[in-house]
Structures are given as C-alpha cells and as structure tokens.
T-cell receptor, first 117, second 108 residues
C-alpha cells in the first residue's frame, strides 16, 4: 500500500498570501488529521476530517481551514499568512474517528515545509 | 501540551537498553498513551500504545504507572537506527496532546 502523500514538499510564500496544502491518505483510511510543527511550539493538532466532515479542531485561528473530498483526500488552507505560520505541516491518516481512534495508529506523511517571508 | 512532559534529550550506548520517561499528570481515564518517533525530514512513526497494562511489541515495551500519570518507553537494545525524537502523546476521543519530545542520541 502506498503511504500518506503530501504535496508540495516545500513552499515559500510572502506575508498576506494564502496557501493550500494537499494530503492523500492511505487507501481505505477515512480520517485525515493535520498538525503544525515548529521549533518553539512543537507538534500541535490543527483539525481532523472524517467522511468529509470536520470532527475535531485544535486551538488555531479561523485563518486555518480545511476540507475533505469524497475520496478522503484532504486539503488545508491558510489565509493571510503571517511570519509565525512558517512551520512543517504534517497530515496523518487512520481508519476511524472519535472514540475508536484513541487506540488506532496514525500514519503520517513527510510533511510540507512552509516558509513565510 | 504543557502537561505532557519529557526530558529534552537522552543518550545511550549502542546495544544497551534505553528508558524514555513521560509525565502525563492530567491524563483522563479514557485517554490512551501513544509513543511515536520522528527521524529527520520524516513524519512521526508509530512505536507503541497502551491504556493501563504494560505492552510489548517487536519495537519496544511500554510500562504504564499504576496511577497512569507517567509512562516509560523501553528500547531493549538501542541501535544507531533508533536515534530520533520520541514523542509521548495522550489521545482522547476528540483531541490529542503531544509531549515536547526527547531527542535520543545513540553512541556507537
């Protein structure tokens, strides 16, 4: 089985722009979750989508949004970019959501490194 | 998550056991404890998880304190390929909280 694929691998944007990142989960996985990783804040949960619906959301401003398509592929959008948005954005997939997902493995992609200048 | 704490770094000699601690003092009764590790330029990779009982798999063992406020990941024989950042994670029904991570250095 192919792993979780994230595109693009690297991205450079300027302040005020918006960006869209893509994540293709492992075949058969219906849950996709997104994470931000920075040297200062470490790994933080952004949100999770399951069957095209946002199920859970972390503590991030509304500039961070996402969606999931019927084939389970997901996109994450960040509008009005700020310097502090520079980070590695990771997505992960799993089969289930909610309580059943507490004991499931997450399969992570290699991430998209976003630099905001 | 400020309430899931790990030492910043640890060192181990190759072929020796390594015990990586994690404190999760605010864990709830239904939260699972997961461990992942991250190699440079890669996403985190699953290592092991548990709820209350100690767990073993081919990669590692997980020892969970009786009060569940701490856990220890045990690598029985460290190899150079085990050098990575190890994250302890609390997983609830609606969220998950990462520890700060421990950078493990394996000395040949």
């Amino acid at each position: 089985k192919a792993g979780v694929t994230q595109t693009p691998r690297y991205l450079i944007k300027t302040r005020g722009q918006q960006v869209t990142l893509s994540c293709s989960p492992i075949s058969g996985h219906r849950s996709v979750s997104w994470y931000q990783q920075t040297p200062g804040q470490g790994l933080q949960f952004l949100f999770e989508y399951f069957s095209e619906t946002q199920r859970n959301k972390g503590n991030f401003p509304g500039r961070f949004s996402g969606r999931q398509f019927s084939n389970s592929r997901s996109e994450m959008n960040v509008s009005t970019l700020e310097l502090g948005d520079s980070a590695l954005y990771l997505c992960a997939s799993s089969q289930n959501s909610g309580a059943a997902a507490r004991y499931e493995k997450l399969f992570f992609g290699s991430g998209t490194q976003l630099s905001v200048l | 998550d400020a309430k899931t704490t790990q030492p910043n770094s640890m060192e181990s000699n190759e072929e020796e056991p390594v015990h990586l601690p994690c404190n999760h003092s605010t864990i709830s009764g239904t939260d699972y404890i997961h461990w992942y590790r991250q190699l440079p330029s890669q996403g985190p990779e699953y290592v092991i998880h548990g709820l209350t009982s100690n767990v073993n798999n081919r990669m590692a063992s997980l020892a969970i304190a009786e009060d569940r406020k701490s856990s220890t990941l045990i690598l029985h024989r460290a190899t150079l390929r085990d050098a990575a950042v190890y994250y302890c994670i609390r997983t609830g029904a609606n969220n998950l909280f990462f520890g700060t991570g421990t950078r493990l250095t394996v000395i040949p």
